[in-house]
């Protein structure tokens, strides 16, 4: 059980409030490095304070990927000992080993329908009904299985609060 505290040191794990959403980065940035590290840190922090999990579910491909650094770096395998799913499927999901599996999201129509409430909330305002209603849009998205998912094994007590994986006979 991950408990309250690990859950938001998970989902702390973001961008840096100065980068846009959407923008793209190459491998040696800054802005790539910095969520690799700290995805790095919080793993390590969840691990050292003894919690066990089997899967992981990562806001982010980056975030994945600096998980699967970080529990490689603990001896744990993946997807042997901890699965690892990621969102957003970028270019190098597919391209890394093991083929990281993600969410898609579709972008192209999250675009399109962001840019159609845009306009249908300023042409209300011209025809003086500009009282924002909330609206809630559900697009679909796909689970894009690859090579970071597995069965979930069993572990023993012991060999979990280390964060180490029991090995079958």
Sequence with gaps: RLGQRGLTDLLSVSFSSND??????GPDSPQVRDIAIRTDRVIGRLLDRGASFTALFAQSDLTALGAIRELRARGLRVPEDV?????????????????????????????????QIVLDRL????????GARPEKHLLPAELVVRETVAPPRERSPRHAARGQPTRRA
């Excluded at 957003?88 to 192209?108: C, G, K, N, S, Y």
């Excluded at 042409?123 to 500009?130: F, L, M, N, Q, V």
């Design 20 to 25: 846009p959403v959407g923008h793209t980065y």
């Design 83 to 115: 699965s690892v799913v990621g969102y957003d499927d970028i270019p190098v999901a597919e391209f890394v080993h093991p083929a990281l599996t993600t969410v898609r999201q579709p972008t192209r129509e999250v675009g399109a329908l962001a840019a």
């Design 123 to 130: 042409a209300a305002e011209r025809e003086g009904d500009g």
